[in-house]
Structures are given as structure tokens and as C-alpha cells.
């Protein structure tokens, strides 16, 4: 079992950046993908970045390729998400999740977290 807690949204202006975090209990977090997902107002979940256990792997949708980093630290249980130049569409509920292997798909992640709010004004 693996209990995750996100931090670090808030309301920022168009062109700011924001880092987040998601600090995960229990002594197998180094042995877990971690993804980053977002939901905006009346949209679906979607994906935003992952990284594997180790680190070496990451991924991005293309609306964030370049503006975001993911990034992970396995001797602190936390990952990390620094978001660049933010837009207006950025704005969503931002959530990190805990799976067996990196992956784009919501469905292949087993841990949760509750979610913080990232509101960017234009």
C-alpha cells in the first residue's frame, strides 16, 4: 500500500512557475513508477508526465513537453513536478500516482492522491 499526499498549488499568473510535490509513505516507493495526471473543469483526467522507479525514464504529453519537468528523490519518497511558463489551460486538479511500470494510461496506475489545485489566471 502506498499513501500519497500532493503540495505546492496555488493561484499563479500566466507565465509564472509553480513546483509541485507528492510525498508517498511506506518502504517501496523506490520500487514504483510515479505519474503526474490532471483534471480540468468538466475534462477527463489526462496525463501530464511520468518517471520510472530508477529515475531514467520519463515521459510527457506534448502539451507540456518542455515547459515541465518530473523529477523524483527515492531517499525522500517524493516526486516532483516544476511546471514552466504556465498557461491558462494548464488550470486543473493535479494528482500523482503510484504504478508497477511508467505509463501514459490512467488505468495502469494503482495509487492515488487526493489532488491540489493549480489555478493560472490570463
Known amino acids: 500500500q502506498v499513501q500519497l499526499v500532493e503540495s505546492g498549488g496555488g493561484l499563479v499568473q500566466a507565465g509564472d512557475s509553480l513546483g509541485l510535490s507528492c510525498a508517498a509513505s511506506g518502504r517501496t516507493f523506490s520500487s514504483y513508477a510515479m505519474g503526474w495526471f490532471r483534471q480540468g473543469p468538466g475534462k477527463e483526467r489526462e496525463f501530464v508526465a511520468a518517471?520510472?522507479?530508477?529515475?531514467?525514464?520519463?515521459y510527457y504529453a506534448n502539451t507540456v513537453k518542455g515547459r515541465f519537468t518530473i523529477s523524483r528523490d527515492n531517499a525522500k519518497n517524493t516526486v516532483y513536478l516544476q511546471m514552466n511558463s504556465l498557461k491558462g489551460e494548464d488550470t486543473a486538479v493535479y494528482y500523482c500516482a503510484a504504478g508497477r511500470h511508467i505509463s501514459t494510461e490512467v488505468d495502469a496506475y494503482e495509487f492515488w492522491g487526493q489532488g491540489t489545485q493549480v489555478t493560472v489566471s490570463s
Open positions: 518517471i520510472s522507479w530508477g529515475g531514467r525514464t520519463t
